[in-house]
């Protein structure tokens, strides 16, 4: 496997898998590993939006890896999805992803998902100060992509009774509510996620299409941010 530079692979420390980040692109977070273990477990086809380097899928498929058929990952920037292909070819799982380089509202008929995972865009469009690195703009802010866009491809990618799982600002929540509803994705799951302080500064929504659900509140997750290997104390 051929790295450029600033190139290096990492141990997603599950079994053998791994991943290439890079120290020139976007990288990602803890948030990424603690929003694919929150996911149900075992779908068997799998879409991953705003995919970036590929880390939520992967992650994902690296703990199920006996139940997932099928995984596409969505990501905008040429860059994070060519890195990300190397990483699939660096797995060995060519036959089962597949990597679109497209802004997700163009993406057409890809079929239908059992689970649709996101790590989206945090900030708001036209909130605070961008920073001056494109990439990183586009990683961090509503630039190229709304969270209405998102969720409202989500239910299209869906199958009924499939699962919309992302991770947000805790801070965007009642908006997270009022567009789950817009477009018939019922909230099931909810769990807030702790840094350093008593406030969470992320929240972890699962929503079902098409099947009235009973809202469940887990524990928090207090997250330690030491390592991406998913171990959350």
Do not use: W
Not at 40 to 65: K, M, Q, T
Not at 148 to 177: D, P, W
């Amino acid at each position: 496997m051929v790295l450029a530079d600033g190139e290096k692979i990492e141990s997603l420390n599950i079994k053998d898998y791994k991943i290439i980040q890079s120290e020139r692109l976007y990288r990602f977070t803890s948030d990424s590993v603690i929003l694919s273990r929150f996911a149900a477990p075992n779908a068997r086809e799998v879409c991953d939006l705003c995919s970036g380097s590929g880390i939520v899928g992967l992650h994902y498929y690296a703990l199920n890896d006996e139940s997932v058929k099928r995984c596409v990952l969505v990501e905008i920037q040429p860059s994070l999805a060519e890195m990300s292909k190397r990483s699939v070819m660096l797995n060995g799982l060519e036959n089962l992803f597949e990597v679109i380089n497209a802004p997700l509202q163009t993406v057409g008929d890809i079929g239908k998902f059992d689970l649709v995972l996101c790590n989206p865009p945090y900030d708001k469009k036209g909130s605070g100060i961008l920073p001056k690195d494109v990439g990183l703009a586009i990683a961090k802010s509503e630039v190229k992509v709304t969270l209405e866009e998102i969720i409202a491809k989500a239910y299209k990618l869906l199958k009924v009774g499939g699962r919309f799982t992302m991770c947000h600002k805790s801070s965007r929540l009642a908006e997270i509510f009022s567009l789950t509803e817009k477009y018939k994705l019922n909230v099931s799951r909810l769990a807030f996620v702790y840094g350093g302080d008593d406030k969470a500064y992320l929240v972890l929504v699962e929503a079902v299409k098409g099947k009235k659900q009973r809202l469940e509140v887990y524990n928090a997750i207090i997250n330690d941010f030491k390592d991406f290997s998913g171990n959350v104390r």
